[in-house]
């Protein structure tokens, strides 16, 4: 997952029309809802939220480092079967 922000501006023109020029980082490129790539894997089904929706949602991002798993044995219900 990766959040970007993004500059719309909305202008008018010379016929009258509504227009929307997106831009990042001072340059115009697509709205992100058209065509958006996953730049960490290349995968073109990738899907936009509305701002903000990632930090309300933390549970959506992987931890930094592996989490350790739980050290407690598992008990079985079933009792151990006698030798043959």
Not at 51 to 67: K, T
């Amino acid at each position: 997952m990766w959040e970007e922000d993004y500059l719309v501006r909305h202008i008018d023109d010379e016929h009258g029309n509504a227009a929307e020029i997106w831009l990042r980082d001072g340059l115009v490129v697509p709205p992100p809802s058209s065509g958006v790539i996953c730049p960490h894997c290349g995968c073109q089904q990738a899907t936009t939220f509305p701002a903000g929706y990632l930090a309300h949602h933390p549970e959506l991002f992987r931890s930094a480092e592996p989490v350790a798993p739980d050290a407690t044995p598992l008990l079985s219900p079933v009792p151990p079967r006698r030798p043959y």
